[in-house]
């Protein structure tokens, strides 16, 4: 006689809008069993009933089968009593009770889609909206839970007989996809000229006939606008970057495929991975000395961020324009990414030619995420697209909901509910309305989404950041100040599964410190609770206040004083040199700073690299691309004993100097700061060891973007036998403060 098995199971998980109820609908038909099957605010929920034996292998193929594009956290199993089902079904979505099922984020187009999209024989030949369980946007359309179209933005779009017996059909993979659709019934493609008015012909072919020609073209994406011109025209390059007031910094490439990528950077296994995966990120790569590329695609830069495609659209354009593509954010500089067709032609207008648009709105606006491979490791330097707002698992469960607003610079905000952590797509610098505005309705729309209400509100501790202040505003829950640098370093160990304590390196620009000096080049003893200061870059004046991070010579003379007044440094920016040497000396505007960023801009411009910067850490960054990383010579940095160790960073500015008034090229010198910055970190690490007898080390800040400095630190203080953590998952900039807020915001809460 068959023992026969009922058994209630919840999946909860990335487990809506990936093909997760016809995998469990295909798998028990497979198996002989009955029940039935449906979304709720949970997840997914399963009744199955039937053989003993046809039970236990669904539970074990449920994990093991599921769809690619799943993340199951956890199953629970409750058995009961046989129910009597007559076959099995997908039910409707029960959407009663707290929401707590995840959204996916976008997922580049699949395999199969292309294949369609590519064949004149189907239907949906060329259509740029193609997709299916599989693939297709998720997060930017989305306005609710549970994941079904009239919660999308595709709402407003009726489906044909065609899509909806596709739709309805379980064995077929566009089975409940909800932005399913076809040329028929979905979404429309057109071309408008600048001032809005739609152009004739078909739009793929006009986009890049204009393309051709050296035009601007603003291109509809999956998360909002985005720039387009071919990234071998060097004049259509230089136009963008004069219109967009985007003086220097790198715009992206996208390239058709890997072939064509890799004649433009080399692409390694890991590289590989990155460029194709479902997330699509730019990937930051060595470009190749002939690299068909535009000089002012990237200017004085020895890395390009390369992606590939990720809509069918951009498919589409890529096959048809035959070589690379400059895509960079839509906006002007400084501004969030334009997301609205109306918003677009109104703000791009006087910068592009023409617009590429189409009707499917985007809900939330979410720029291209960037990363970068490092010595087997991921570095992720900004997080959106294809990753948000799939969350991070804390290692302990938050005991009430929080809400971290994050930083001023690369903002992010992090809500916490038990142990999920949702950090939000990048949003920009909290510097202007337009990025405010973005701020707080992502807030809203997260909080919407999830059903997060935060009891725990928290902030860091300077005082005029807008995000700051928006925390102040909110009522009804408890403030938690956390000084900007332990948010860096909680950071890490929530990245990294850790709750500490460690040795905290926390290099960065600025950030405020509990002295109410400005902090930046710090050694931390941190857990999740709390953090104490151990050791320090020695401070020096920020001459002019802010006008020194804009002004990187200023930094120069701050360190240099009045010694060797015959540098470059000090003859190129002489009429205001005495100036500035006067305000660091009576301490006039003149605020002090143990900025680790602050000190790459003073050797930066020591070096003749950048005395003024376009955006934000360009003089650091130009540093790193300058440096000979064959170069194993090494400056020493004196180190002044106390309670609290102080690193003179006085000694290395000193020391590129003298090598520079030697003539020793600066390449050189360049590499020997950055080794000499490394033997400082390791030194210190390996005197804190000896005083507190902490074996582990955080690295964290927007410092430890340099990847010489990253790899080569981490190499050495591995090889100092310490076990290091760095970031993986979240940015070690600004982008990251969020999510160490919100854990040690949640850590105190346990207290």
């Not at 011109?229 to 390239?255: C, N």
């Not at 050791?535 to 003379?557: D, F, K, T, Y």
Request: negative net charge; aromatic residues 6%; proline residues 6%.
């Amino acid at each position: 006689m068959t023992t026969l098995k009922h058994v209630d199971v919840h999946v909860e998980g990335i487990v809506q809008g990936v093909g997760f109820r016809p995998f469990v609908y295909g798998l028990a038909n497979r198996l002989g069993l009955a029940g039935r099957v449906r979304n709720d605010v949970n997840g997914v929920f399963i009744e199955v009933e039937g053989a003993l034996s046809g039970v236990e292998e669904f539970l074990t193929a449920l994990e093991r089968e599921a769809p690619s594009l799943s993340e199951i956290e956890r199953v629970t199993v409750v058995s009961g009593e046989p129910a009597g089902h007559d076959g099995f079904t997908i039910a409707a979505s029960d959407p009663s009770g707290l929401r707590r099922a995840l959204v996916s984020a976008d997922s580049a187009t699949c395999d199969d889609c292309l294949r369609e999209l590519a064949d004149p024989a189907d239907r949906r030949h060329r259509y740029p909206f193609i997709n299916c369980t599989n693939c297709g946007p998720r997060f930017t359309i989305v306005r609710g839970v549970p994941y079904d179209r009239p919660l999308t933005t595709m709402a407003g779009f009726g489906m044909c007989a065609a899509c909806a017996a596709e739709y309805h059909d379980p064995g077929d993979r566009r089975y409940h996809a909800q932005p399913t659709c076809c040329p028929a019934c979905g979404p429309r493609l057109r071309l408008h000229d600048a001032r809005g008015a739609e152009l004739c012909g078909d739009p793929i072919t006009g986009c890049v006939t204009l393309l051709r020609a050296g035009r601007v073209v603003a291109v509809k994406g999956l998360g909002g606008f985005h720039l387009a011109v071919p990234a071998a025209h060097e004049q259509a390059a230089a136009t963008l970057r004069g219109r967009k007031h985007r003086a220097d910094k790198p715009f992206a490439v996208m390239a058709a495929d890997l072939a064509q990528a890799r004649r433009l950077c080399a692409i390694d296994t890991a590289a590989a991975e990155l460029l194709t995966s479902r997330a699509r990120p730019i990937v930051l790569l060595p470009r190749l000395p002939d690299a068909p590329v535009a000089p002012s695609v990237a200017p004085g830069n020895r890395n390009l961020g390369i992606m590939l495609p990720y809509t069918p659209l951009h498919h589409l354009l890529l096959a048809e324009l035959a070589e690379p593509l400059v895509l960079t954010s839509g906006n002007v500089c400084d501004e969030p990414i334009a997301h609205e067709d109306a918003d677009a032609l109104a703000r791009l207008g006087g910068i592009a030619d023409a617009f590429l648009l189409h009707d499917r709105a985007i809900h939330v606006r979410a720029d291209d995420s960037v990363v970068r491979p490092a010595a087997g490791q991921v570095s992720v330097l900004r997080r959106a697209r294809g990753y948000a707002p799939e969350p991070l698992a804390l290692r302990s469960p938050a005991r009430r909901p929080v809400l971290a607003c994050g930083a001023e610079l690369k903002s992010t905000f992090c809500l916490l509910r038990g142990r999920r952590a949702f950090i939000s797509q990048h949003i920009g610098d909290l510097e202007n309305y337009e990025t405010l505005r973005s701020f707080v309705e992502g807030i809203d729309h997260y909080c919407g989404l999830f059903d997060i209400r935060p009891e725990i509100v928290a902030h860091d501790l300077h005082p005029d950041y807008l995000s700051t202040k928006h925390a102040r505003e909110i009522r009804g829950a408890d403030l938690v100040g956390v000084q900007h640098h332990h948010a860096h370093i909680a950071s890490c160990l929530a990245d990294n599964g850790d709750a500490g304590p460690v040795i905290g390196v926390a290099f960065d620009g600025l950030g405020y410190g509990a002295d109410g000096t400005l902090w930046g080049g710090e050694f931390l003893r941190a857990d999740l609770t709390s953090y104490e200061r151990l050791a320090h870059l020695a401070p020096v004046p920020m001459p002019g206040g802010s006008a020194a991070i804009r002004q990187p010579w200023r930094m120069a003379a701050a360190y240099l004083r009045d010694d060797h007044p015959g540098l470059d440094v000090a003859r190129r920016n002489a009429p205001h040199w005495a100036d500035v040497l006067a305000l660091a000396a009576g301490g006039i505007n003149s605020p002090m700073t143990s900025s680790a960023g602050r000190l790459f801009d003073a050797v930066s411009a020591l070096l003749g690299i950048r005395d003024k910067i376009t955006y934000e850490g360009q003089a650091a960054i130009e540093l790193e691309q300058h440096a000979d990383p064959a170069e194993t010579g090494t400056y020493p940095t004196a180190v002044r004993d106390g309670d609290v160790l102080t690193l003179d960073g006085s000694d290395l500015v000193r020391a590129a100097a003298a090598d520079l008034a030697a003539g020793v090229a600066t390449p050189v010198i360049a590499g020997r700061f950055h080794n000499g910055v490394t033997d400082a970190i390791v030194g210190t690490c390996r005197t804190l060891r000896e005083r507190t007898g902490l074996t582990g080390v955080a690295l964290s800040g927007g410092v430890f973007q340099n990847e010489l400095l990253l790899e080569r630190t981490t190499g050495r203080l591995r090889e100092a036998g310490f076990r290091v953590l760095r970031h993986v998952r979240v940015p070690p900039n600004d982008g990251g403060i969020s999510l160490g807020q919100a854990a040690v915001a949640a850590a105190r809460d346990l207290m």
